[in-house]
C-alpha cells in the first residue's frame, strides 16, 4: 500500500507475513482430532493466497528461537523438556508426559514446531521494530499465551509473544522499544502472558476474554478484573472478563473505546504486540462469542493510531477454519490498506458488558485517570437484550416456551428422562445461601433475593419441597473464590467433601425430586448447555452410596460439580453439591482464593439458621466468621 508522509511524500507500506509449513509437524499422536491442528495455519494460509495477499507481503522464512530467548520467560527445565520431547529418547513416555498437562498433546514434530513458532514471532517483532516493516502477521502454531513458565498448558508449548515482547526489551535496547503495549483478543485469558509481566511496568499487558467468574477456561480467577500487577507493574495488567458467552463485535469495540484506547494513549507503547487469537470469531466450537471479520477489522484499524502504526499480530486460537481464515484475512487487509474491511454494526452491547466495563474502569482510575470518570447512562442504557449462553438465559428461554399446569410445566415433546426421575425424591442438603428458604425457591420457582445479580430462570418443576428440615454433619464449612456470577464479589459457601467429626456444619434438607436436583445442579454451576439428557440420574444415585461421592465430568469447569452422599433420611438419599476434594487442595495451597463472604451473601446465611431456627442471629454472625476465618 502507498500512503503520504506529513510532507506529501508518498511511502510504500511495508507489511511482513510469516507462514511456514513446518509448524504443521506438531500433530495429535495416531492421526486423532484434534481443534488445534495443522489444517488450521494451512487453511489461513490458503485463504491469504487465494486473495493475492502474500503478493503485496514481504514474505518471511520462519527462524527457530534461541534457548537464551526461551529462558529470558520460561525455566531450564521446559525449555529443556518441550526441546528434548520429540527425540527418540521419548518415545516411550512422550504420550504419558503430556497426559499429566493440561490440555496437551506431543509427537516427534512438536520440538521444532515450537521453536519455530516462538522464533518466527521474535523475528517479525525485531523486523517491525527496527522500522524493515511497518507491521506484520505471523501465522504461527503451537499458539503460545497459555504456556506457564515451567510447564506446557492448553495447547501452548512456549509463550510466543511473551518470548519476542522480552527479546525486544532486553536484548535489543538500541532499538529503542521501551513500553510495550500486548493486546490478547483470544477468547481465553492469556494467564501465562499476565504472570511473566506482573511486575514489569514496561509491558501494559491488556486480555478480553470469556471469564465467567472462574468457570470458563483456563477456569481460575487470574482473568478477574481485581487482578491488576503487582509492585511496579500496579496497574499495567489489564482484565477484562466477560461474564457470559455471545459477545460480539459491539462488546468488543465498547471495551475498546472505553478501556483500552483511552489507556493506550496515555501509555504510549513503542510498538503493539496482539496475540491474535480467532476463538471469538462467530462460529467458533470452543469460543461461543460472535465477533465478525469486520469486528476485528475495526479493531486493528483502532490500534494503529498508536506507537506509529508498528503493530505485530501472532496467531493463537481459533478452530473454525472458516472463522479464522476470514478474520485473518480482514485483519491483512487493514494493514496493508490501512482501512478495515466493508460492514457496520448496529447492535448495542449486553448489560452485562457495560457492567464488566463500568467495574475495570472503577477498580484502574487510580493508575489511570482517563478512566475516572463515570460513562453516561444515556450511554450504557444502550444495550442488548441479555446473552442467552448463561443458564439462566437459556432455560428461560426454554421456559417461555412451556404451558404451566399445576405448578408442573410441560413441553410440547415430553423428556423421558424428566419423567423418570420426578417420581424419585431426594433430600437436597444446603449448606450456603439455600440454608435460606426464599433463596433456595429462586431455583424452584424463578427470581431473586435481595443481593442477587442477576434472576434464577427456576426449575421445570415449580413444585415447592415436599418437606424441610436440618441436621448437623461433620463437615468443614469454608468460603472461598473472589466473586460470583450470582453475588459479584466476595466469597461463597464450599463444603469440604471429607467426613471430619473435628467440625459440624448444618444443613437444610429440602425434599425434592431428582428432577428438580438435576435442574439446581445446573443452575448452581451456571451450566449453559441444553437439558437434553439428566446430569445425575438413578444410576448414578445407585453409585454414590458405595463411592460417596461422584464428580461430574459434564459440569467439571463449575465449582460445585461434585455429587456428595451424605447417608439417608426417612430411606431417601441426602446428596448436597460441593467442590472437589482436589479444589480443596487448590484453597489450601492458595492456587485459588480463600475469601470470606460479602454482606449480602453473609444474611442470607444468618436468615436461613435464623429462621430455621437453629441458631440466634449472634449465633449465625458467630458461625460464619469462624468458617471464614479459621485455617482450611
Given at each position: 500500500?502507498?500512503?503520504?508522509?506529513?510532507?506529501?511524500?508518498?511511502?510504500?507500506?511495508?507489511?511482513?507475513?510469516?507462514?511456514?509449513?513446518?509448524?504443521?509437524?506438531?500433530?495429535?499422536?495416531?492421526?486423532?482430532?484434534?481443534?488445534?491442528?495443522?489444517?488450521?495455519?494451512?487453511?489461513?494460509?490458503?485463504?491469504?493466497?487465494?486473495?493475492?495477499?502474500?503478493?503485496?507481503?514481504?514474505?518471511?522464512?520462519?527462524?527457530?528461537?534461541?534457548?537464551?530467548?526461551?529462558?529470558?520467560?520460561?525455566?531450564?527445565?521446559?525449555?529443556?523438556?518441550?526441546?528434548?520431547?520429540?527425540?527418540?529418547?521419548?518415545?516411550?513416555?512422550?504420550?504419558?508426559?503430556?497426559?499429566?498437562?493440561?490440555?496437551?498433546?506431543?509427537?516427534?514434530?512438536?520440538?521444532?514446531?515450537?521453536?519455530?513458532?516462538?522464533?518466527?514471532?521474535?523475528?517479525?517483532?525485531?523486523?517491525?521494530?527496527?522500522?524493515?516493516?511497518n507491521s506484520a502477521f505471523a501465522i504461527v502454531r503451537p499458539p503460545g499465551h497459555h504456556a506457564e513458565p515451567d510447564e506446557a498448558m492448553g495447547f501452548c508449548l512456549y509463550n510466543n509473544v511473551a518470548v519476542a515482547a522480552s527479546f525486544l526489551l532486553n536484548e535489543r535496547p538500541e532499538l529503542g522499544i521501551n513500553k510495550i503495549l500486548i493486546v490478547d483478543w483470544d477468547v481465553h485469558h492469556g494467564n501465562s502472558t499476565q504472570k511473566m509481566f506482573w511486575k514489569d511496568p514496561r509491558v501494559l499487558f491488556f486480555s478480553v476474554h470469556r471469564h465467567e467468574f472462574g468457570t470458563f477456561y483456563p477456569a481460575n480467577d487470574d482473568g478477574f478484573?481485581?487482578?491488576?500487577?503487582?509492585?511496579?507493574?500496579?496497574?499495567?495488567?489489564?482484565?477484562?472478563?466477560?461474564?457470559?458467552?455471545?459477545?460480539?463485535?459491539?462488546?468488543?469495540?465498547?471495551?475498546?473505546?472505553?478501556?483500552?484506547?483511552?489507556?493506550?494513549?496515555?501509555?504510549?507503547?513503542?510498538?503493539?504486540?496482539?496475540?491474535?487469537?480467532?476463538?471469538?470469531?462467530?462460529?467458533?466450537?470452543?469460543?461461543?462469542?460472535?465477533?465478525?471479520?469486520?469486528?476485528?477489522?475495526?479493531?486493528?484499524?483502532?490500534?494503529?493510531?498508536?506507537?506509529?502504526?508498528?503493530?505485530?499480530?501472532?496467531?493463537?486460537?481459533?478452530?473454525?477454519?472458516?472463522?479464522?481464515?476470514?478474520?485473518?484475512?480482514?485483519?491483512?487487509?487493514?494493514?496493508?490498506?490501512?482501512?478495515?474491511?466493508?460492514?457496520?454494526?448496529?447492535?448495542?452491547?449486553?448489560?452485562?458488558?457495560?457492567?464488566?466495563?463500568?467495574?475495570?474502569?472503577?477498580?484502574?482510575?487510580?493508575?489511570?485517570?482517563?478512566?475516572?470518570?463515570?460513562?453516561?447512562?444515556?450511554?450504557?442504557?444502550?444495550?442488548?437484550?441479555?446473552?442467552?449462553?448463561?443458564?439462566?438465559?437459556?432455560?428461560?428461554?426454554?421456559?417461555?416456551?412451556?404451558?404451566?399446569?399445576?405448578?408442573?410445566?410441560?413441553?410440547?415433546?415430553?423428556?423421558?428422562?424428566?419423567?423418570?426421575?420426578?417420581?424419585?425424591?431426594?433430600?437436597?442438603?444446603?449448606?450456603?445461601?439455600?440454608?435460606?428458604?426464599?433463596?433456595?425457591?429462586?431455583?424452584?420457582?424463578?427470581?431473586?433475593?435481595?443481593?442477587?445479580?442477576?434472576?434464577?430462570?427456576?426449575?421445570?418443576?415449580?413444585?415447592?419441597?415436599?418437606?424441610?428440615?436440618?441436621?448437623?454433619?461433620?463437615?468443614?464449612?469454608?468460603?472461598?473464590?473472589?466473586?460470583?456470577?450470582?453475588?459479584?464479589?466476595?466469597?461463597?459457601?464450599?463444603?469440604?467433601?471429607?467426613?471430619?467429626?473435628?467440625?459440624?456444619?448444618?444443613?437444610?434438607?429440602?425434599?425434592?425430586?431428582?428432577?428438580?436436583?438435576?435442574?439446581?445442579?445446573?443452575?448452581?454451576?451456571?451450566?449453559?448447555?441444553?437439558?437434553?439428557?439428566?446430569?445425575?440420574?438413578?444410576?448414578?444415585?445407585?453409585?454414590?452410596?458405595?463411592?460417596?461421592?461422584?464428580?461430574?465430568?459434564?459440569?467439571?469447569?463449575?465449582?460445585?460439580?461434585?455429587?456428595?452422599?451424605?447417608?439417608?433420611?426417612?430411606?431417601?438419599?441426602?446428596?448436597?453439591?460441593?467442590?472437589?476434594?482436589?479444589?480443596?487442595?487448590?484453597?489450601?495451597?492458595?492456587?485459588?482464593?480463600?475469601?470470606?463472604?460479602?454482606?449480602?451473601?453473609?444474611?442470607?446465611?444468618?436468615?436461613?439458621?435464623?429462621?430455621?431456627?437453629?441458631?440466634?442471629?449472634?449465633?449465625?454472625?458467630?458461625?460464619?466468621?469462624?468458617?471464614?476465618?479459621?485455617?482450611?
Amino acid at each position: 500500500m502507498e500512503v503520504k508522509s506529513g510532507e506529501g511524500r508518498t511511502i510504500k507500506r511495508r507489511v511482513g507475513l510469516l507462514y511456514d509449513e513446518r509448524m504443521c509437524k506438531h500433530n495429535i499422536p495416531d492421526g486423532d482430532y484434534h481443534p488445534e491442528n495443522p489444517n488450521r495455519i494451512k487453511a489461513i494460509w490458503n485463504k491469504l493466497q487465494a486473495a493475492g495477499i502474500p503478493q503485496r507481503c514481504v514474505v518471511l522464512n520462519a527462524k527457530e528461537a534461541k534457548d537464551k530467548n526461551l529462558l529470558s520467560v520460561h525455566t531450564e527445565n521446559h525449555v529443556n523438556l518441550i526441546k528434548n520431547i520429540s527425540s527418540k529418547q521419548f518415545d516411550s513416555r512422550r504420550d504419558r508426559i503430556a497426559s499429566k498437562l493440561n490440555s496437551i498433546y506431543l509427537n516427534e514434530g512438536s520440538s521444532e514446531a515450537a521453536y519455530l513458532a516462538a522464533g518466527s514471532v521474535i523475528e517479525v517483532a525485531e523486523r517491525v521494530a527496527e522500522g524493515e516493516l511497518n507491521s506484520a502477521f505471523a501465522i504461527v502454531r503451537p499458539p503460545g499465551h497459555h504456556a506457564e513458565p515451567d510447564e506446557a498448558m492448553g495447547f501452548c508449548l512456549y509463550n510466543n509473544v511473551a518470548v519476542a515482547a522480552s527479546f525486544l526489551l532486553n536484548e535489543r535496547p538500541e532499538l529503542g522499544i521501551n513500553k510495550i503495549l500486548i493486546v490478547d483478543w483470544d477468547v481465553h485469558h492469556g494467564n501465562s502472558t499476565q504472570k511473566m509481566f506482573w511486575k514489569d511496568p514496561r509491558v501494559l499487558f491488556f486480555s478480553v476474554h470469556r471469564h465467567e467468574f472462574g468457570t470458563f477456561y483456563p477456569a481460575n480467577d487470574d482473568g478477574f478484573y481485581t487482578m491488576i500487577g503487582e509492585g511496579p507493574g500496579l496497574g499495567y495488567n489489564i482484565n477484562v472478563p466477560w461474564e457470559n458467552g455471545r459477545c460480539g463485535d459491539a462488546d468488543y469495540l465498547a471495551v475498546w473505546d472505553h478501556i483500552l484506547l483511552p489507556v493506550a494513549k496515555d501509555f504510549g507503547p513503542d510498538i503493539i504486540i496482539i496475540s491474535a487469537g480467532f476463538d471469538a470469531a462467530a462460529g467458533d466450537p470452543l469460543g461461543g462469542c460472535r465477533v465478525t471479520p469486520y469486528g476485528y477489522s475495526v479493531m486493528l484499524k483502532k490500534l494503529m493510531d498508536f506507537a506509529q502504526g508498528k503493530i505485530v499480530l501472532a496467531l493463537e486460537g481459533g478452530y473454525n477454519l472458516g472463522s479464522i481464515s476470514n478474520s485473518v484475512l480482514a485483519c491483512m487487509n487493514v494493514l496493508l490498506e490501512d482501512k478495515p474491511v466493508a460492514g457496520s454494526s448496529e447492535a448495542y452491547p449486553f448489560e452485562s458488558t457495560w457492567r464488566v466495563i463500568q467495574a475495570v474502569r472503577k477498580n484502574l482510575s487510580a493508575f489511570w485517570p482517563t478512566l475516572a470518570d463515570e460513562l453516561p447512562t444515556k450511554l450504557t442504557s444502550l444495550k442488548a437484550p441479555p446473552a442467552v449462553e448463561t443458564l439462566e438465559a437459556v432455560l428461560q428461554v426454554a421456559l417461555s416456551k412451556l404451558k404451566v399446569d399445576d405448578g408442573h410445566a410441560e413441553l410440547g415433546t415430553a423428556t423421558p428422562w424428566r419423567s423418570e426421575l420426578s417420581k424419585v425424591d431426594v433430600f437436597y442438603a444446603s449448606f450456603g445461601s439455600n440454608m435460606w428458604k426464599s433463596r433456595f425457591l429462586c431455583y424452584i420457582e424463578g427470581g431473586r433475593v435481595e443481593g442477587m445479580q442477576k434472576p434464577c430462570s427456576g426449575s421445570k418443576d415449580r413444585n415447592p419441597p415436599k418437606e424441610i428440615l436440618w441436621k448437623t454433619f461433620p463437615h468443614r464449612l469454608f468460603f472461598g473464590r473472589d466473586s460470583s456470577h450470582t453475588w459479584g464479589p466476595g466469597g461463597v459457601a464450599f463444603l469440604n467433601p471429607e467426613c471430619d467429626c473435628r467440625h459440624k456444619a448444618y444443613l437444610c434438607l429440602y425434599r425434592i425430586t431428582l428432577e428438580q436436583f438435576n435442574d439446581v445442579l445446573l443452575q448452581e454451576n451456571v451450566y449453559s448447555d441444553d437439558v437434553s439428557s439428566p446430569l445425575f440420574d438413578t444410576n448414578d444415585l445407585n453409585s454414590v452410596a458405595n463411592k460417596k461421592a461422584v464428580s461430574l465430568e459434564a459440569l467439571k469447569n463449575g465449582w460445585y460439580h461434585n455429587v456428595v452422599y451424605l447417608g439417608k433420611e426417612h430411606g431417601i438419599p441426602i446428596l448436597t453439591m460441593t467442590c472437589s476434594l482436589s479444589a480443596v487442595g487448590k484453597f489450601k495451597s492458595g492456587e485459588f482464593p480463600l475469601r470470606a463472604p460479602a454482606p449480602a451473601y453473609t444474611n442470607t446465611l444468618i436468615k436461613g439458621l435464623v429462621e430455621g431456627k437453629q441458631l440466634s442471629e449472634e449465633e449465625a454472625k458467630a458461625y460464619i466468621h469462624e468458617a471464614s476465618t479459621k485455617r482450611l
